[in-house]
């Protein structure tokens, strides 16, 4: 029986979840390897072979390495609840005419809950990831941080875990880079896991042909939304569409029509069916409103903070002033930044720390909202 407890950790398959496994076995925890089964991609519909974090061949590259080291490892199967909270929150993202992040969804309001759920009924006193970040605990508060490898760093996607989860969770590879995470598989003769290739689409979406899902997902989508009007900012009617559902802010590329300068998706109306076109000038807002909001470093946002704030998952961060108000958090950037997308999550830093994040609602200019 090991002297520091008893950890389940989440095995994708991959070279992180893997790696993270072995270094707390070494360390003397008493590891349980969970594998879970969020998507069926037989129903996906979609051209691209079986890959990623569900599929049949990650499950067994996760249990492979369990049976090697000698210990336990199981399944979890969460295809209903992950179907009836993430995909159909995707679906009705778009159908809203937002842009959704259904990896963030996942992690932080199924993957954690059903972990520790059975982390309880297996009597394991943490819960453990391969994600690039660190956990500390700080004033009676458990804080996020970046993981030491900027280019692998993964807090921005775990924003939304509760204090109560935090405080049984491990992230083993916060403070190393993947170079060594690399070469500590290579040591442990683990060369399959070096050469896997890593996966990055939405797993229920595996050949990320999300207009293609939705279509294939909600009957009649295409009858229903087809025939609304590209507009520009001023309302000008400049051409036909093929539906606001398959249109995301600061797209660009597909959109079907040609003008004398490169056009981007500036906003979506659902209501009108339309779709605002613009420059890329026109795509920047200084300002936005952020709901649903999940604190990590500080129990509330008291007065207005400096931070530098993330509005999607490879954003680099731009300084911004932060006011909550009431359940919302009002966001004002130095400057226009590109593409702030409702639907997308926001993340508030203070140096390294997670201050918190939420939903994008809205964004606006600053000018135009203090007339």
Known sequence: ?????????????????????????EQGYEVIGMTMKTWDYNSSGGSKKETGCC??????????????????????????????????HFTNEYLD????????????????DALLRRADKLGCDFIATGHYANIREENGRYVISKGKDENKDQSYALWGISQESLSRTMFPLGNLHKSEIRQMAIDRG????????????????????????????????????????????????????????????????????????????????????QVVLGTFDELARDGMYVDQLNLS?????????????KVRYNDAGSPA??????????????????????????????????????WIKSSFHQLANAK
Request: glycine fraction near 12%; aromatic fraction near 10%.
């Open 55 to 88: 599929s049949l061949d990650s499950i067994n590259d996760a249990r492979d390495i369990a049976v090697n080291l000698g210990f336990p490892h199981y399944i979890l199967d969460i295809r209903e609840e992950f179907g009836d909270y993430v995909i159909n």
């Open 297 to 309: 470093k500080f129990s509330s946002v008291d007065g207005r903070i400096d931070t530098v704030t």
């Open 97 to 112: 005419g937002r842009t959704p992040n259904p990896c963030v969804l996942c992690n932080t309001h199924i993957k954690w």
């Open 321 to 358: 002033v932060i006011e909550q108000v009431g359940d919302i958090i009002k966001v004002f950037f130095g400057k226009g930044v590109s593409a702030i997308a409702p639907g997308q999550a926001a993340v508030f830093y203070d140096g390294n720390d997670v201050i918190g994040g939420g």
């Open 1 to 25: 029986m090991s002297t520091k407890g008893r950890v389940l950790v989440a095995m994708s398959g991959g070279i992180d979840s893997s790696v993270a496994a072995v270094m707390l076995h």
């Open 190 to 273: 683990f060369t399959a896991l070096v050469n896997k290739p890593e996966s990055y689409e939405i797993c229920f979406v595996p050949d990320n042909d999300y207009r293609g899902f939705l279509k294939r997902r909600v009957d009649g989508l295409e009858e229903k939304v087809k025939g609304g009007d590209f507009v520009l900012e001023d309302g000008t009617v400049v051409g036909k569409h093929e539906g606001y559902p398959f249109y995301t802010v600061g797209q660009r590329k597909g959109l079907g029509i040609a003008f004398g300068f490169p056009a981007y998706v500036i906003e979506i109306n659902k209501d009108k069916n």
